[in-house]
Structure formats: structure tokens, C-alpha cells
């Protein structure tokens, strides 16, 4: 599929070209680049911002900028039991080009499993909490600017993550994080300050009293028992930004996270290096690449959990895990340069 960028550019060489070559050359360029694209929008009201926002007045914005860019946009708003539902149907339809789902991190993890199954290109916009994939798309997180760029945007290929038959965009983790979300969870809230606010509690808890469980980890055919702390999977390598989300979204790897019990001191210290993006100095996390790995767990408690992409899943007591370069086609944004 060809980019949907801005012509200025191409229209500044074509008018100084004299070869007639190059005029044709440019002129079929164009016109690839101007392609209407028809793209379908699952919106989820109940993700995130979008429980709060008027979202038929959003849906028709959105459509609305969209048609200014030259495509034709179906928004379609549903709830949360409906979603997967309508997400397979969207993806499934052979008339249109792109599936756009809006939501948080939950709606994008079960969104990006749907579209590299049946092959659709997807794009994103961001209402959740974290957010985390749409960063690492670059996607703006205000959801104007978002509807603007993926308006002006580009599809291209991006990697995806699997354990099992299960797939992840963000990371799996186990252990502490599991912990974490557990008891954040058990925490009510009805608003993104009260789940910064149920997180920050949950945080301390897990810290006063980690978790610390045996795994075998099997890397380049060699495997390795140990006990751990945590140790967390994710799709590309993390950046060094205080929030763990991959540099780049076709990098062609697997980071491998892993953590040793720490007393409370060292923990704390990590936690800070983590929060201030300063964990890469720390000598009690470390980082392995590669394209695949499995964790073998010989004992498994009652209630284990990985988190894939945010939400708690039971565990299984053996799981291999795989990189997918380019398999899954995402809408990129056009985003000016700063």
C-alpha cells in the first residue's frame, strides 16, 4: 500500500525537473500518493478517556478529518462486550483497507491480535492510561493530534510478539508486575487519577513484599535455572525512557528482562532508576536479545499470572515466546518535525 504523506515535497522536484522522465515518474507517484484509502473505526467507549467524551460528536470529528485528507472513515462506536465482535468483523471485511480502534492498551492488544490473524492493517488511537504501543508507533497521545497525524499517516510494517498462541505488542511479565496489577486491581477506581493513585499504593505493597519464584529459561538452546524476582518479555528492545516501552516497533527482537530477589534496599533503588529511566546502570536488572526464548516453571502457585499488554492471564507452566518482524501492518503517523 502506497504512503498517504503530503505531496509538497514531490510537487518542489517535479516543478525544477526538466526531464519529462522524471515529470511522468513524479506524476504516478502522486498519484499513488493521493489513493483513498476506506478505513473502518471500532471505537470503545468504555476504554479509558472515551468513557468521558461525547463520542458520536468525536466519531464524526474524526470522520471529518479524515474526509480532509481524501479517505472515507466508518465510525462505529460500541461497548466493552462487544468489541471483540466487532473487531473481527471489521478485520474480516474485504471492504476496507484499514482497521482503526480506539481505546486503551486492552482494546490494542486484543485489536493487534485480530489484525495480524486476518491480515488487516491497523491503527491506533490512544485513550488509555499507558498507552504504551501508541508511543511506541509515535503516535500522539492527545487524541486530536492523534486523529491529525494517522489522518496524514502511512502504513508499514511492524513487529509483533507471541507466547503460545497468544499475542503481545507491549510485554509479558512475571512476578513482581503480576503482583502489582493484582493488587492494583482489588483497589477500585473510576478515573485515570485513581488508577495513578490505586498504582502508586499497589507499588509500595509489591515492594514490601515481592515475589520470588524458580523458572528455567531456555535462550540459544541453552537453558539455565535460576530464581527470580521478575522477569519480563517484551516486543523490541525498551528505550530508556522512565516508562518500559520499545525504541522502535520493527527492530526484530525480543528483550529479555530479568531480576534476582533483591532486599528491600536494592529493590527500592531499582524502582527509582526505573521511574527516572537510569535502570540501564543497574547492575540487578539484566537485558538479553533474541528472537525467541522459553520459560519452564516448575512450580506454579495458586493464582499465578502472567500480564500480557497490561492484563492479568493465568500462567501456564511452560511458555515459548517468538518475534514476528513485520507481520503486523500498522498505520504510522505523520507527525512534524519538531
Not at 499475542?167 to 511479565?173: A, D, I, L, R
Request: a neutral charge; charged letters at 20%.
Amino acid at each position: 500500500m502506497g504512503s498517504i504523506l503530503a505531496g509538497d515535497f514531490a510537487f518542489a522536484i517535479l516543478h525544477l525537473s526538466k526531464s519529462s522522465a522524471v515529470r511522468l515518474c513524479m506524476r504516478n507517484a502522486l498519484r499513488d500518493r493521493r489513493t483513498r484509502l476506506k478505513v473502518i473505526a471500532i471505537l470503545n467507549r468504555d476504554g479509558g478517556t472515551f468513557r468521558t467524551l461525547d463520542m458520536p460528536a468525536f466519531a464524526e470529528a474524526t470522520r471529518e478529518v479524515f474526509a480532509r485528507a481524501g479517505h472515507d472513515l466508518d465510525a462505529r462506536i460500541v461497548s466493552g462486550p462487544e468489541l471483540i465482535g466487532a473487531l473481527d468483523e471489521a478485520s474480516s471485511a474485504s471492504g476496507h483497507d484499514v482497521m482503526l480502534a480506539g481505546g486503551g492498551d486492552g482494546t490494542v492488544s486484543a485489536a493487534a491480535a485480530i489484525a495480524f490473524r486476518n491480515g488487516k492493517p491497523l491503527g491506533i488511537l490512544p485513550a488509555g492510561t499507558m498507552n504504551m504501543f501508541a508511543r511506541v508507533l509515535k503516535i500522539p497521545l492527545e487524541l486530536n493530534d492523534a486523529v491529525a497525524a494517522l489522518a496524514q499517516g502511512h502504513v508499514g510494517p511492524a513487529d509483533i510478539g507471541t507466547v503460545d498462541d497468544r499475542t503481545f505488542v507491549h510485554q509479558v511479565s512475571v512476578g513482581l508486575h503480576p503482583r502489582f496489577v493484582r493488587v492494583r486491581n482489588e483497589r477500585p477506581f473510576q478515573s485515570k487519577f485513581g488508577k495513578i493513585r490505586a498504582s502508586v499504593g499497589a507499588l509500595f505493597h509489591a515492594i514490601a513484599d515481592p515475589p520470588r519464584f524458580p523458572v528455567r529459561i531456555t535462550l540459544d538452546g541453552e537453558t539455565t535455572q535460576m530464581n527470580l524476582l521478575s522477569v519480563s518479555i517484551s516486543n523490541n528492545r525498551y528505550g530508556d525512557s522512565p516508562l518500559p516501552f520499545a525504541e522502535r516497533a520493527d527492530g526484530g527482537v525480543l528483550g529479555v528482562y530479568t531480576t534476582r530477589p533483591l532486599r528491600p534496599g536494592p529493590l527500592i533503588r531499582l524502582t527509582a532508576d526505573m521511574l527516572f529511566g537510569t535502570w540501564r546502570s543497574n547492575r540487578d536488572l539484566e537485558e538479553t536479545l533474541t528472537d525467541r526464548v522459553a520459560l519452564e516453571f516448575p512450580t506454579l502457585p495458586e493464582r499465578a499470572n502472567f500480564v500480557i499488554d497490561g492484563e492479568l492471564v493465568p500462567m501456564s507452566p511452560r511458555a515459548e515466546f517468538r518475534i514476528h518482524p513485520g507481520a503486523l501492518q500498522v498505520l504510522y503517523p505523520n507527525v512534524p518535525a519538531a
